[in-house]
């Protein structure tokens, strides 16, 4: 029986490209985002390949996650793999000016979003003794860089909830692990710079940045794994980056 993949953030980006090749690779998938018109779009093309029901809700809203999630028809209820993909940075200000309203969203998206999905699906998994937990964070959970302040403060949470659900779900035989992404050419810069797409796009010139076809594609190779291994820590970079701050330009 195919699997069944509840994907955060399935409207752009890393996890719409998810979706499309899970779905590929037969797998049944939850679509989960905010904008309706998208979702309903990536629903139309992925039931050519598989089951996919779509969820509409904002992280930020604990309510309105564990409701969605509790209504799920049967056929999709059992949730064998959550990919916490939902996420954004707010910004990129020293934190002497930082906007309140972006480490607000950051905090609560990137990690009590993150949470709130969690804490909706754990439950199961236990009850189950099975389940594969990916969370994904990014090099910004490993280091910190120059105004990355409070988006890096979210996703070292990130990487912090990784270890910790990974210990405390250990006894239940789920697996957790976490995906670090260096910079990878989506919406992410355009929703950081509020729609200043000259700027964004300037994050991804003179270098060859990953694709979000390039993390789908390991996030399938993760989950596809016999279920005795677990790939606990992944960071991942174009060639041309070294770190937060290092990328080789032309
Ligand atoms: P995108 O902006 O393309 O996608 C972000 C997704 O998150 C969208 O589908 C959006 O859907 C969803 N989302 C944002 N806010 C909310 C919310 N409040 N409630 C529900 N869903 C929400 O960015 P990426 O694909 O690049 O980002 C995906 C993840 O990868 C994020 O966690 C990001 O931090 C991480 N990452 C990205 C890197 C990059 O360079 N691009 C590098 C490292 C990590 P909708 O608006 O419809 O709700
Ligand atoms: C995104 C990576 O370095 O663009 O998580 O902030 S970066």
Redesign the pocket.
Known sequence: MSKTALI?????????ATAQILAKNNYKIIL????ED?MAELEKELSQLTAVHSLL????DKQAVSDCIASLPEAFSKIDILIN?????HGLDPIQTGDLDDWDAMID??VK?LLYVSKAIIPQMIERKSGHIIN?????AKEVYPNGNVYCAS?HAVDALNQGMRIDLNPFNIRVGAI?????E???SE?RFKGDTDRADKVYQGFTPLQ?EDIADIIHFVVSRPYHVNIADLVVMSTAQASSTIVKRD
């Open positions: 955060t953030g399935a409207t752009s980006g890393i996890g719409k989960c985002g905010r904008r998208r809700f904002d992280v930020r993909n939902a996420g954004n940075a998206i990137n979003g994904i964070g990014s090099t910004a996703k670090h992404p260096g910079m990878v989506t919406e992410f929703v979000a």
